[in-house]
């Protein structure tokens, strides 16, 4: 799989999309289609749960990429606040949209980023309050 994957990111066109997604892909390697865990590979090799991100960090398995992206809370917490204001507004976020992005994260930071500050921030905000619904 791993050998599939790199044909991806060397080709210019496939390689903005997997180079990012690849490494969340290989920290769950462990984990088969349902869910459960195995130790080897389709081949019986076995498998290589180990990332490499396009900034460099290189992290191993699951708890890896969980410690990795607590190091990164903020950064965690405005892509989690950025896609949940997609589904939100019902259309991709523009660059007009992210000083309302940055007043929800700093409004929420004190209260240590809780789930429904996020929420309460994005239907409060300007762009969800004047955004138009298809009818």
Not at 2 to 21: F, I
Not at 30 to 39: L, P, V
Not at 110 to 121: E, H, I, K, Q
Request: proline letters at 6%.
């Amino acid at each position: 799989m791993r050998e599939r994957l790199e044909q991806h990111r060397e080709n210019p066109v496939c390689a903005a999309c997997h180079a990012p997604m690849d490494p969340l892909g290989f920290a769950l390697e462990h984990f088969d289609a349902i869910g459960k865990w195995r130790a080897t590979g389709e081949g019986g090799d076995p498998i290589d749960a180990s990332g490499v991100f396009p900034d460099g960090t290189e992290f191993e398995g699951l708890a890896g990429l969980k410690a990795m992206l607590l190091s990164r809370d903020e950064q965690f917490v405005q892509t989690v606040l950025e896609k949940l204001a997609t589904y939100a507004l019902g259309r991709g976020l523009e660059h007009y949209d992210m000083p309302a992005v940055r007043r929800i994260l700093r409004e929420a930071a004190p209260g240590d980023y809780r789930w429904s500050d996020l929420v309460l921030g994005i239907v409060e905000s300007t762009p969800f309050q004047l955004r138009r619904s298809e009818s």
